[in-house]
């Protein structure tokens, strides 16, 4: 099923009685000339005001639904080849990424909003979405790692189970290579490995495990540089990291989680990153969060205990010029409080967290700490037993968050100054996951 919706792109003027007065005030509008293929309206309209369209995913269904933000209805559904394991937005925000891991696919939809450089000026654009034919293969992808606004990497775990056994490997795309049906580059790796792989800009960091390592997981990030459709390895970042898991990148810094803390990677230049620094936790951190428009801060996310004892999350911040580690603990917080979910809000300063008895707690970061904004009880009443949990996703354009509720078959939207709950639509499925796409503001 797709949108009736009409585009509100301008239509090219059709009679040659134009008037050169409005050509004239086109010009000076835009500030430039026009190409006279097409027409003087070309800059017309180049703003949209739009709060984009959200992702939602159904629990064991194969539908991917488009919430249009600015109608508040359903802009489309599209059927998946299999049940999504995750949703994501692409790069730029403009095309759903629906991974199947169990079915070594990854599809994307075309959400219809986003925006190009014309030089002089950025145009935005509504459509109606469709669905990319092109799919994206490979062995189990399942990791996700973003440069906003560039360019992403699926890893791809492989499958030691299969014969032969499958490797692991990093396939790298971006919005205009999604839209010319291809990746831009690839990485084949020697074993099946459940690893990450952070692209910034021509670099990419890779997992390793060394001989040694305590389990299966990674132990060391490697060096990659990329040229052209391929990487060259350049060198092992010496710091060990045993447990690895979980990682982000932001401003100069890449973290990932280890069995005893986190591992900090300095980006020197354009092709060298640090040896890389242990920050020393208590626990182990296997969660990262971060935003890109917080340059150098990061939360480690750790569980303490071991059911069926008390089990509680616990967090840590993170300064990467300061290269410091700190305990955080946020507004009420308590033993035996479980995280179900977390996001930044579009600015990157508000970090919002939702317990496992549904409440809200917001975060303010000022002067490089984090600060009390908000605690809100009630915002999800009924906390499902098992999986899906709910998720939470900023709008990148208006400050908005929202929050699926599984158990009530809604979605709640949240002022994300205050946490106050604006609304709840209800949805007639159970939500599994949800991403927004649309033009960041």
Known sequence: MTSNNKSTLPSRPTALWVSALLASALLAACGGGVDSDEGPDKHENTTIDTAGRLALIENNAKTLRLLDLDSGTTEASHALDHVPSAIYASPNGRYAVAMQRLQDQVQFVDAGIWQEDHGDHLHDYKQASKAVAWKLSGSRPTHYDVQAGKQAAFFMDGDSTATPAKNAGVRLISDASIASGGTLAALDLSAPIHGLGEPVDNKLLVVSRAADAPDALPTHLNLYQREGATYRLDRQVPTRCNGMHGSFSAGAYTVAGCLDGMLLVKHLSATAVSDGQKLLTPLRVGTIAGHPRLSGHFIGVATEGAA??????????????????????????????????????????????????????????????????????????????????????????????????????????????????????NLDFVPSGLAWLGITR
């Open 308 to 425: 069926p004892a008390v089990v509680t999350t616990r967090f840590y911040a993170v300064d990467g010029d300061a290269g410091t580690v700190s305990s955080f603990t946020p507004q009420g917080w308590m033993d035996g409080r479980i995280r179900r979910a977390h996001g930044f809000d579009r600015s990157g300063t508000r970090f919002a967290l939702l317990d496992d008895q549904g409440t809200l707690i917001l975060s303010q970061h000022q002067n490089k700490a984090w600060s009390p904004l908000a605690r809100v009880t009630g915002v999800i009443p009924s906390m499902p037993t098992a999986a899906p949990w709910p998720a939470i996703v900023a709008n990148g354009a208006k400050d908005e968050l929202y929050i699926s509720d599984p158990q009530a078959r809604q979605l709640v939207v949240v002022d994300s100054s205050t946490g106050a709950v604006k609304s709840r639509r």
